[in-house]
C-alpha cells in the first residue's frame, strides 16, 4: 500500500505543488505537478489546489513560504492567524508549523463549527450524563494535593 504526500512553494509571485506517493518499495511516483503564477494571491491557489488533489487525504504536507514573509497583505496575515491563534495555539505571537496545518485545516477547510444551543446546551448534556453515572459534580471546592 502506498502511502499519500503532498508539498508547496507558495511564493510571491508563483506557486508549485507536487502530490506523491511513496511505495512499500521506497520508490516515490509523482501523480501531479502543478506551476502558475498568481497576482499577488496565493492562498486562493493554495486552497483550490488542496481541494482538488484531496490533500487532506495525505499523511504529510510539506510547504515552504506560507509565513508571513510571503504575504504582502497585512491585514489578510491577521485574518488568516487570528482564529488560529484564539483555537489552537499555547505561545504568544507564533505557533509550530505542524500545529499551524492542523488548525489551517480545521478551520478553514472544514469550517467552523457551532452546536446548536450553543455551548451551554453541551455543557448541560455532560453534566447530565456525568450525574445518571453517579458522578457528583461541586462547583466552587477547592482541590487540595495529598504530596
Known amino acids: 500500500m ?18 506523491a506517493r511513496l ?9 501531479d505537478t502543478q506551476y502558475r503564477l498568481h497576482e499577488g494571491d496565493p492562498l486562493e491557489l493554495f486552497r483550490e489546489w488542496y481541494r482538488e488533489h484531496d490533500v487532506a487525504g495525505c499523511v504529510a504536507l510539506g510547504a515552504t513560504g506560507i509565513y508571513a514573509d510571503e504575504l504582502t497583505d497585512p491585514v489578510l496575515i ?6 488560529i491563534m ?4 499555547a505561545a504568544e505571537g507564533d505557533m509550530d508549523f ?10 478553514f477547510m472544514e469550517g467552523f463549527a457551532k452546536p446548536v444551543g450553543g455551548m451551554p446546551y453541551i455543557l448541560k448534556l455532560l453534566v447530565d450524563k456525568y450525574q ?7 462547583m466552587g471546592a477547592g482541590v487540595q494535593s495529598r504530596w
Open 78 to 83: 491577521d485574518m488568516l492567524y487570528c482564529p
Open 2 to 19: 502506498s502511502t499519500r504526500i503532498a508539498a508547496c512553494d507558495l511564493g510571491k509571485a508563483s506557486v508549485s505543488f507536487v502530490v
Open 132 to 138: 445518571s453515572l453517579g458522578g457528583e459534580l461541586r
Open 98 to 107: 505542524y500545529q499551524f496545518v492542523i488548525m489551517f485545516k480545521s478551520l
Open 23 to 31: 511505495e512499500d518499495d521506497g520508490a516515490l511516483a509523482i501523480d
Open 86 to 89: 484564539y483555537y489552537g495555539n
